[in-house]
């Protein structure tokens, strides 16, 4: 890794127009990278905007450049493009394939821009002339903060910028109860108190700010649509397009919920499956070593991180659903081992 850095830092050395994006739909670790690397590099001197490929929950709002940020769409295509064909430089964070982006990675792949990718997803695309992957990391925000450190930037780390990498090092680790969250973890965050971050008005702001459609959602994903296949240690939440217009379902809505799923005592994989106007999008947790992330990529195009994955189908929701249905026998062998090792690690 400090290699690569070495590299980017002479990169950086002399002011750059520089693209930062990531991947559709961003959460809080893709958000908050995005950010917290446009501070730092706005502080530098470089000429910085973030493009990302579609909008994003609205209770990630509150981070500092937010209103900076350019979202993709028809009215902002061709301000996006001719930053995309301009910049010197373009930073590709918390994706690892440019199909992550829509239309934004054709043009990414063409622009003779250096191009940066910093993430911590499996079997990333060797599309970045500088590449700091790191499948170890719980978060791209741990990246971001070891890359500004890394390169002897510790002084332009602020108040800020931190509360940006916690966020996403929060959100990406569960609040640190997943696996990810190890010793670097906790050393990072303690150092985050340096700059004065407020962690639990992070917390709240991200975990505790609701509207009342979503918590009625909530309630009826689980009452009414929670489904529990109790001979193969497995649970799924399949929400149509009715239910979110409904609810009045904003973006970020349903982000979360498949964990209560995974939450079930004899539940070892969940699946949060999701009918959107652009086709049927699914999100994947385990427990124990069931990988999400190869389940996802042989059956639903998709992939991610071994407890945590994302797919999409184009097929109509119930035949998605029809579809991972007929799949999870095959692995009911596997998901009884996994449920064991989880009962003996607890």
């Not at 994006?21 to 995005?34: N, R």
């Not at 992939?303 to 035949?319: I, P, Q, R």
């Amino acid at each position: 890794m400090q290699q690569q850095l070495d590299v980017l830092k002479a990169a950086l050395q002399s002011p750059k127009k520089i693209v930062i994006t990531t991947h559709h739909k961003p959460d809080a670790d893709a958000l908050g990278s995005s950010l917290a690397m446009y501070r730092y590099l706005s502080k530098k001197g470089h000429t910085v905007q973030v493009i990302t490929p579609s909008d994003y929950p609205e209770f990630l709002n509150w981070m500092q450049g937010n209103d900076t940020v350019l979202i993709y769409n028809e009215t902002t295509a061709t301000a996006a493009a001719e930053w995309v064909q301009t910049a010197e430089m373009i930073f590709c964070l918390d994706f690892n394939a440019l199909s992550r982006i829509n239309e934004l990675g054709e043009w990414i792949r063409q622009s003779k821009a250096t191009k940066v990718l910093i993430d911590h997803h499996l079997q990333p695309e060797a599309f970045a002339d500088i590449m700091i992957s790191d499948t170890s990391s719980a978060a791209t925000c741990s990246l971001i903060y070891e890359c500004i450190i890394g390169m002897g930037d510790r002084s332009y780390m602020d108040t800020y910028i931190g509360e940006c990498i916690y966020a996403g090092i929060m959100t990406d680790t569960g609040s640190f109860r997943h696996p990810s969250t190890d010793r670097k973890v906790h050393q990072i965050v303690a150092d985050l108190y340096s700059w004065n971050v407020d962690t639990p008005k992070v917390h709240r702001l991200i975990y505790d700010t609701n509207t009342e459609e979503r918590l009625r959602l909530l309630g009826y994903a689980l009452t009414e649509k929670l489904v529990i296949l109790d001979e193969y240690y497995t649970a799924y939440i399949p929400l149509s397009k009715e239910d979110l217009s409904r609810f009045e379902s904003k973006t970020g809505d349903t982000e979360g919920l498949v964990n209560y799923a995974l939450s079930l005592e004899k539940v070892v994989f969940a699946a949060m499956i999701v009918e959107r106007e652009d086709g049927v999008k699914i999100s994947f947790r385990s427990k124990a070593d069931f990988s999400v992330n190869e389940f996802a990529r042989k059956h639903f195009q998709g992939g991610g991180h071994k407890n945590a994955s994302g797919g999409k189908s184009l097929l109509s929701l119930e035949d998605t659903i029809k579809q991972f249905r007929d799949l999870i026998p095959q692995y009911k062998d596997e998901l009884l081992d996994n449920l064991r090792k989880e009962k003996f690690l607890c």
